[in-house]
């Protein structure tokens, strides 16, 4: 069979209905050539820019006047080997304390979310007492919030033992990060269609169950890419915690360079906040150009 002006990808069965139909214009198949030659063109200029930019910053580094010195204090490679271990094993602290702090944002900030998401004038105190909530931790900076919560929980003698510097430090992060997931959270309820509500009360289901059922997962497929971006935020500053004192990956280095006057152990802890940043950084472009995909799915002309 041919199509005139198109190209076709696929045959009939044996009953003849055609399997897999995929019929192209020519115009199409014109684009189609001329965006992949344009992608091959600019991937030869981010390489060339890329080159000359890295060979300008070398350049510029290496007949700086003070390069030698800076090179030995920061860069050294026998003081990079010998921090690696301790500032390692500090970063496993931050590890646990990233661990828990997603835990409880997850629960306090979903429940801040379903609290601000509730209709009727009854709920008014609840709404109320959310958005007050968001509102001040999203307006507090968080090293106040770990300074308050740090120094300010121990003073209230609530018990006469030592609370752990990092159980602080995990409290801070929830109570900051909450509201920022909260907010989040709540734009994707309410990016979800009203008639999806209405569907499922109709079918005889409760409110709880809409929500459950229905609405909070499309609400979370909608900020997805938000969501893992305060992520990775938050793997960053899970270091702040030094500045109460728990020996993680930051005090570590900051440790090593006190007894040897080397600042090649911050630089190692940077490369291992990089290392675990990473991942989730290249997986949250992943899945938002994915969702991108997916929404312009079915455009081919």
Known sequence: MTTSGASRTSDR???????GLDIVSDI??????????????SIIISLVSTVVFAAII?????????????????????????ALPKVAVGLWLNIKVLFFAVIGVAVLGTLLAVLRSLRGAVFFPLR????????????????????????????????DKVIPYA???????????????????????????PSQRYAARSLGLSHAQTLRLIVLPQAIR??????????????????????????????????????TY????????????????WPFIRLTDWYTARQQRREQMGGVV
């Not at 109570?175 to 979800?192: D, I």
């Not at 702040?240 to 728990?246: C, D, E, T």
């Not at 080397?262 to 940043?277: D, E, K, P, Q």
Request: aromatic share 12%; glycine share 8%.
């Open 13 to 19: 069965d044996a009953a003849g209905a055609p399997v």
């Open 58 to 82: 070398v350049v510029v580094l290496s007949n700086s006047p003070g390069w030698q010195v800076t090179r030995e204090t920061f860069f050294s490679p026998e003081h990079f080997v010998k």
């Open 222 to 259: 909608k900020v997805t890419p938000a969501l893992m971006n305060d992520f990775v935020s938050m793997q960053k500053d899970v270091g702040l915690i030094s500045v109460l004192g728990a020996v993680d990956a930051i005090r570590a280095a900051q440790i090593y360079q006190a007894t």
């Open 167 to 193: 159980i602080l430090g995990t409290i801070a992060l929830v109570l900051t990060y909450s509201s920022y997931v909260a907010e989040v959270l709540r734009a994707g309820l309410e990016a979800v269609h």
């Open 28 to 41: 199409e198949i014109g684009r189609r050539a001329y965006r992949r030659q344009q992608t091959t063109k």
């Open 128 to 159: 109320f007492l959310a958005a007050a909530y968001t509102d001040l931790f999203r307006g507090v900076p968080f090293l106040i919030v770990l300074y308050l919560v740090g120094f300010g929980i121990p003073a209230l003698g609530l018990t």
């Open 262 to 277: 080397n600042f090649t152990s911050y630089v190692v802890a940077g490369l291992l906040f990089v290392c675990l940043s």
